[in-house]
């Protein structure tokens, strides 16, 4: 069982910064595909960014293209999401999720990642 745990989430500024991270257990964990999902009151949770296990291929939702960026850490066990400027309307629970498929497409839907963290809550003032 692959525990995956988030940390970061905290109370900013518009305009402001923050980074996520998320270690998981497994000594595998350099073998899944790693994603950062959101889920805002009242909406569907979803995918805004990953990072596949092989070439490191990414994937970045329209939202948060060019402002958030995700990055791992094979050695440590841990994924990053550093988000940059910041608006109100990326106030949500934040998770991190992995996918042990082992697929080397990147897959957006939430059911095609098996294991997940508990989020952490960004509220972003504005």
């Known amino acids: 069982q692959v525990q995956v745990v988030e940390s970061g989430g905290e109370l900013v500024q518009a305009g402001g910064s923050l980074r996520l991270s998320c270690a998981a257990s497994e000594r595998t964990f350099s073998r899944y595909t790693m994603g950062w999902f959101r889920q805002a009151p009242g909406k569907e949770r979803e995918l805004l960014a990953a990072?596949?296990?092989?070439?490191?291929?990414?994937y970045y939702a329209d939202s948060v293209k060019g402002r958030f960026t995700i990055s791992r850490d094979n050695p440590k066990n841990t994924v990053y999401l550093q988000m940059n400027s910041l608006k109100s309307e990326d106030t949500a629970v934040y998770y991190c999720?992995?996918?042990?498929?082992?697929?080397?497409?990147?897959?957006?839907?939430?059911?095609?990642?098996?294991?997940w963290g508990q989020g952490t809550q960004v509220t972003v003032s504005s």
């Open positions: 990072v596949s296990w092989i070439n490191s291929r990414i």
């Open positions: 999720a992995a996918d042990s498929g082992g697929s080397i497409a990147i897959h957006t839907t939430t059911r095609a990642f098996d294991y």
